[in-house]
């Protein structure tokens, strides 16, 4: 019903901008959570952030300790894209990030199991060296 495609994800410099996008289509009325999520090479994956919206009112964004105050997640309703903007990135953000959707907005929190979320993307690579 609902696809998501993210892109924008590459190599950065530790201390340089990032952003990622994350495209919706098919039935995205239905969707009122989105987030976005990360997985490093030997670790479980982890939540980034999260922006919940019902009925076109954007709700406080929740953010993980290790990126509050460095990333920033918005969302375009209008184009149904959700962004990811992160700065003063470190080599520690280093992973895949993916993004997920969640159609009850009653509960939106920013947890990482794959069956709390009914959409997933496929992922984008993100690389930060320093």
């Known amino acids: 019903q609902v696809q998501l495609v993210e892109s924008g994800g590459g190599s950065v410099q530790a201390e340089g901008p990032l952003r990622l996008s994350c495209t919706a289509s098919g039935y995205t009325d239905s969707i009122h959570c989105m987030g976005w999520f990360r997985q490093a090479p030997g670790k479980k994956r982890e939540g980034v952030a999260r922006i919940r919206e019902v009925d076109s009112i954007t709700y406080g964004a929740k953010y993980a300790d290790s990126v509050r105050g460095r990333f920033a997640i918005s969302r375009d309703n209008a184009t149904n894209t959700v962004f990811l903007q992160m700065n003063s990135m470190k080599p520690e953000d280093t992973g895949m990030y993916y993004c997920?959707?969640?159609?009850?907005?009653?509960?939106?929190?920013?947890?990482?199991?794959?069956?709390?979320?009914?959409?997933w993307g496929q992922g984008t690579q993100v690389t930060v060296s320093s």
């Open positions: 997920a959707a969640r159609d009850d907005g009653s509960l939106c929190d920013l947890t990482p199991e794959f069956d709390y979320w009914d959409y």
